[in-house]
C-alpha cells in the first residue's frame, strides 16, 4: 500500500536553544501558570477560523468543553518547566505523538498552530513583553519541540503499514453488555491487517452533516491481532440523545464526550462502510516473560482483553506461558461485560489465568462466590497476593478505566513495593498518564 510521508524539511529549523535563551523561556513559567488556557484557547479560536479545514482535525466536544486548551496549556507549562531537561516529559511526548499519528498530522500544520500560537501569546501577554530576544526564543523553542514531534511521527507513519485513513465495513456488531457494544471491521480491499500491539488503540472518522466537520475518536483494540479484522468494544452513555423524535441527527449533546461513541451504537449498523487510522498507542503489552497483572473498571476492560487473548492465544508456546491474573470491577452482572468470555478462558486455562471480580452494586439474584468474588469496590487488600503477583519482583501490572480508579491503583500497588516502572495506565482522552 502506498504511503506518502511529508518530511518538514521546509519548516524552520533552529539551531539549540542557547543557554540565555533556555533563562529567557524559564522566566515565562508563572505567566504560563497563569495565562496558558487563555493563551490556548485563543490560539484554538482564531486557528480553527483561520482554517476552517482543521475542524475535521480536532474533536468538536473537546474543544466545546475546553478540555483541547487546557491539555495543550498544560503541555506548554511542562515544557517550559523542563526546558533544561526534557526527561520527565519524554512519556508524554511520546503519548501525544502517538496520537497525532492516529489522526494523521502532518508537519505542514505545526506551521500553522506555530502562527497562532505566537500570535495568542502575543495578544494575551502584550506586544509590548513578547517582544525581542524573548519572543525569538520562544519561536525557537516551539521549533525545537515540534522537530521532536515531527521525527518521532514520521517514524510511526513509516512503521505503519498506511498512513491517513482506510475504508474498513462492520462486519459484525455484538452487544456484550448493557452499555457495551463490539463493533468488527473488516478492511473493504480484503488485504490482510499487519499484527498490532495488544493494548493499542484505533481511531475511526465518520463524517457528521449537522457539524459539517468529520469527528474522530479513539478506540482500544478489544481482541487479539486478526489478520481479516479489527474489534473495538464502545460503551454507550445514558440520556445523550443521539438521534431526535423526528428520526434526524441531534447534535445538542455533541460537547458531551459520550457523544460520538453514543452515535456509533445508534447509526452504525452491519454493512456501513467506515474510515479508520492505522493502530497507534504507546500503552500495550511488554514483550517479557514476566507474569502479567490486568486491573481493569468499566470501559477500561477493551485493552486489556486484548492483552488477555494474546497471551491465551494459539500463537502462544505451551512452554513459555506468563501467568495472568485478571482483577475486574463492574457495577453488576448487567454491566459487566465479556463475563462469560473471560470465565471460559480461565477454565480452559486453570494453571495459567487466575482471577478476581469484584461488583459494587450486585443485582438482585447475583449470587457471591458465583456472579462475582467480593462486594464492593475494588481493593488491593480484598486480593490475593498469589493472584497480584506481590511475590514477584518482575511482574508486570496494566491498569486501565476511569482516571481515578487508575490513580488510586497506582498508589497502592507503589504501597505495596510495586515500583513505578511496572505499572502502566492507559489514559482515555487528553491527559497525562496518573500520577
Given at each position: 500500500?502506498?504511503?506518502?510521508?511529508?518530511?518538514?524539511?521546509?519548516?524552520?529549523?533552529?539551531?539549540?536553544?542557547?543557554?540565555?535563551?533556555?533563562?529567557?523561556?524559564?522566566?515565562?513559567?508563572?505567566?504560563?501558570?497563569?495565562?496558558?488556557?487563555?493563551?490556548?484557547?485563543?490560539?484554538?479560536?482564531?486557528?480553527?477560523?483561520?482554517?476552517?479545514?482543521?475542524?475535521?482535525?480536532?474533536?468538536?466536544?473537546?474543544?466545546?468543553?475546553?478540555?483541547?486548551?487546557?491539555?495543550?496549556?498544560?503541555?506548554?507549562?511542562?515544557?517550559?518547566?523542563?526546558?533544561?531537561?526534557?526527561?520527565?516529559?519524554?512519556?508524554?511526548?511520546?503519548?501525544?505523538?502517538?496520537?497525532?499519528?492516529?489522526?494523521?498530522?502532518?508537519?505542514?500544520?505545526?506551521?500553522?498552530?506555530?502562527?497562532?500560537?505566537?500570535?495568542?501569546?502575543?495578544?494575551?501577554?502584550?506586544?509590548?513583553?513578547?517582544?525581542?530576544?524573548?519572543?525569538?526564543?520562544?519561536?525557537?523553542?516551539?521549533?525545537?519541540?515540534?522537530?521532536?514531534?515531527?521525527?518521532?511521527?514520521?517514524?510511526?507513519?513509516?512503521?505503519?503499514?498506511?498512513?491517513?485513513?482506510?475504508?474498513?465495513?462492520?462486519q459484525r456488531k455484538v452487544a456484550e453488555s448493557d452499555e457495551i457494544t463490539s463493533f468488527y471491521f473488516r478492511p473493504k480491499d480484503g488485504a490482510p491487517l499487519a499484527p498490532y500491539r495488544p493494548g493499542q488503540y484505533i481511531s475511526v472518522q465518520r463524517f457528521i452533516p449537522e457539524l459539517g466537520a468529520m469527528q474522530n475518536r479513539q478506540y482500544s483494540l478489544s481482541d487479539a491481532p486478526n489478520p481479516e479484522c479489527y474489534r473495538i468494544s464502545v460503551k454507550r452513555e445514558d440520556g445523550i440523545r443521539t438521534v431526535s423524535q423526528s428520526g434526524s441527527l441531534d447534535t445538542t449533546p455533541a460537547?458531551?464526550?459520550?457523544?460520538?461513541?453514543?452515535?456509533?451504537?445508534?447509526?452504525?449498523?452491519?454493512?456501513?462502510?467506515?474510515?479508520?487510522?492505522?493502530?497507534?498507542?504507546?500503552?500495550?503489552?511488554?514483550?517479557?516473560?514476566?507474569?502479567?497483572?490486568?486491573?481493569?473498571?468499566?470501559?477500561?476492560?477493551?485493552?486489556?482483553?486484548?492483552?488477555?487473548?494474546?497471551?491465551?492465544?494459539?500463537?502462544?508456546?505451551?512452554?513459555?506461558?506468563?501467568?495472568?491474573?485478571?482483577?475486574?470491577?463492574?457495577?453488576?452482572?448487567?454491566?459487566?461485560?465479556?463475563?462469560?468470555?473471560?470465565?471460559?478462558?480461565?477454565?480452559?486455562?486453570?494453571?495459567?489465568?487466575?482471577?478476581?471480580?469484584?461488583?459494587?452494586?450486585?443485582?438482585?439474584?447475583?449470587?457471591?462466590?458465583?456472579?462475582?468474588?467480593?462486594?464492593?469496590?475494588?481493593?488491593?487488600?480484598?486480593?490475593?497476593?498469589?493472584?497480584?503477583?506481590?511475590?514477584?519482583?518482575?511482574?508486570?501490572?496494566?491498569?486501565?478505566?476511569?482516571?481515578?480508579?487508575?490513580?488510586?491503583?497506582?498508589?497502592?500497588?507503589?504501597?505495596?513495593?510495586?515500583?513505578?516502572?511496572?505499572?502502566?495506565?492507559?489514559?482515555?482522552?487528553?491527559?497525562?498518564?496518573?500520577?
Amino acid at each position: 500500500m502506498d504511503k506518502v510521508i511529508e518530511t518538514g524539511a521546509d519548516l524552520p529549523h533552529p539551531p539549540p536553544l542557547t543557554p540565555e535563551q533556555r533563562t529567557l523561556i524559564k522566566t515565562t513559567v508563572p505567566m504560563l501558570a497563569e495565562h496558558g488556557t487563555a493563551i490556548t484557547t485563543r490560539m484554538y479560536s482564531q486557528m480553527l477560523a483561520a482554517h476552517p479545514e482543521l475542524q475535521n482535525v480536532f474533536s468538536h466536544s473537546k474543544q466545546q468543553r475546553g478540555q483541547q486548551p487546557e491539555a495543550l496549556a498544560r503541555a506548554i507549562y511542562a515544557y517550559a518547566s523542563h526546558i533544561d531537561d526534557l526527561t520527565p516529559i519524554l512519556p508524554v511526548v511520546e503519548c501525544i505523538a502517538h496520537k497525532h499519528a492516529s489522526i494523521h498530522i502532518l508537519p505542514s500544520q505545526y506551521a500553522i498552530v506555530a502562527t497562532h500560537l505566537m500570535d495568542a501569546i502575543t495578544h494575551v501577554v502584550g506586544a509590548d513583553t513578547f517582544t525581542g530576544a524573548l519572543y525569538d526564543a520562544w519561536g525557537a523553542a516551539y521549533w525545537n519541540l515540534a522537530h521532536v514531534f515531527i521525527d518521532r511521527e514520521r517514524e510511526l507513519y513509516e512503521a505503519a503499514a498506511w498512513t491517513s485513513w482506510r475504508e474498513f465495513v462492520v462486519q459484525r456488531k455484538v452487544a456484550e453488555s448493557d452499555e457495551i457494544t463490539s463493533f468488527y471491521f473488516r478492511p473493504k480491499d480484503g488485504a490482510p491487517l499487519a499484527p498490532y500491539r495488544p493494548g493499542q488503540y484505533i481511531s475511526v472518522q465518520r463524517f457528521i452533516p449537522e457539524l459539517g466537520a468529520m469527528q474522530n475518536r479513539q478506540y482500544s483494540l478489544s481482541d487479539a491481532p486478526n489478520p481479516e479484522c479489527y474489534r473495538i468494544s464502545v460503551k454507550r452513555e445514558d440520556g445523550i440523545r443521539t438521534v431526535s423524535q423526528s428520526g434526524s441527527l441531534d447534535t445538542t449533546p455533541a460537547a458531551h464526550p459520550g457523544w460520538m461513541s453514543n452515535l456509533l451504537h445508534t447509526t452504525l449498523a452491519e454493512g456501513d462502510t467506515v474510515d479508520l487510522a492505522h493502530p497507534f498507542g504507546e500503552f500495550f503489552l511488554d514483550d517479557s516473560s514476566a507474569p502479567v497483572v490486568l486491573l481493569a473498571a468499566g470501559v477500561g476492560v477493551t485493552p486489556l482483553l486484548a492483552m488477555l487473548n494474546t497471551l491465551t492465544g494459539p500463537a502462544q508456546s505451551a512452554g513459555a506461558l506468563r501467568p495472568v491474573s485478571w482483577i475486574q470491577a463492574a457495577r453488576n452482572g448487567r454491566a459487566h461485560a465479556f463475563k462469560t468470555h473471560v470465565a471460559s478462558v480461565a477454565r480452559a486455562h486453570p494453571e495459567q489465568v487466575k482471577t478476581k471480580v469484584f461488583y459494587s452494586a450486585p443485582a438482585e439474584g447475583e449470587v457471591l462466590g458465583q456472579d462475582y468474588d467480593v462486594c464492593g469496590r475494588l481493593d488491593l487488600d480484598k486480593v490475593d497476593t498469589v493472584i497480584l503477583k506481590l511475590h514477584d519482583g518482575t511482574a508486570q501490572y496494566y491498569v486501565c478505566g476511569p482516571e481515578a480508579f487508575m490513580v488510586d491503583m497506582r498508589a497502592a500497588l507503589n504501597a505495596r513495593g510495586v515500583a513505578g516502572s511496572r505499572v502502566h495506565c492507559e489514559v482515555f482522552g487528553a491527559g497525562a498518564t496518573p500520577q
